[in-house]
């Protein structure tokens, strides 16, 4: 995609996730990876209402070169993307069922919600680790959240949501939601006695999917 595509394409799917409740107010941000530098959600924007002109624009030391400000969070999506080179863009919602398993799972837990679908573990892979909990804005997050993309596509930052990585926008975007769905029926299934993916099943969707 050129660059005009890509700032198209954030603020579509911003308006979809903003419009299934994936974020509320100025909640949520977007980045994505450009061969001169970074796209990214500008600070205190509506996913919903973005406008695509407007996107911050950074250079690939992460300065501000044009469009409105960048996002608080800049250091959460540097540290996915410095850290996982296959990474094409990220996606940080606060989506309702996510940031609940977020709430309820330890830190450095790194299995919070159980592989009940193929398409999570298609999606997510095999490891969700869970963040300390640490203020929005705060950049002290940095090397937490880079040391687990080394092993981990997507995140739960405790008591604050999920930070999801892509081979591009789509497929970032897509595991988000995935994640969501996820989260959704393992709190369905909370006391229950779920059927999960076996490990041998996990492996082989991992193998071919991966």
Request: hydrophobic content about 45%; overall charge neutral.
């Amino acid at each position: 995609m050129s660059e005009s595509e890509l700032r198209e394409a954030i603020a579509a799917h911003g308006r979809l996730l903003f419009g299934r409740g994936y974020s509320v107010g100025s909640a949520g941000n977007i980045s994505v990876r450009l061969p001169d530098g970074f796209l990214m959600t500008p600070t205190n924007s509506c996913l919903g209402r973005l406008d695509p002109a407007r996107l911050s624009k950074l250079d690939r030391a992460w300065q501000h070169v044009s469009g409105d400000p960048p996002s608080k969070e800049v250091f959460m999506h540097r540290a996915v993307l410095e850290t996982r080179a296959e990474a094409q863009a990220v996606v940080h919602l606060h989506s309702t069922h996510a940031t609940a398993i977020a709430c309820l799972a330890a830190p450095g837990e790194t299995a919070p919600i159980p592989p009940l679908t193929p398409y999570f573990v298609m999606r997510i892979g095999r490891s969700l680790p869970v963040i300390p909990y640490y203020r929005p804005g705060d950049p002290a997050m940095e090397p937490a959240i880079a040391a687990a993309a080394r092993e981990a596509r997507a995140m739960l930052l405790a008591n604050h949501g999920p930070v999801v990585s892509g081979r591009s926008l789509d497929d970032a975007v897509y595991a988000a939601e995935e994640l969501e769905e996820a989260a959704k029926l393992a709190l369905l299934l909370r006391g229950q006695a779920p059927r999960a993916l076996t490990a041998g099943q996990v492996e082989a969707l991992l193998q071919a999917f991966g």
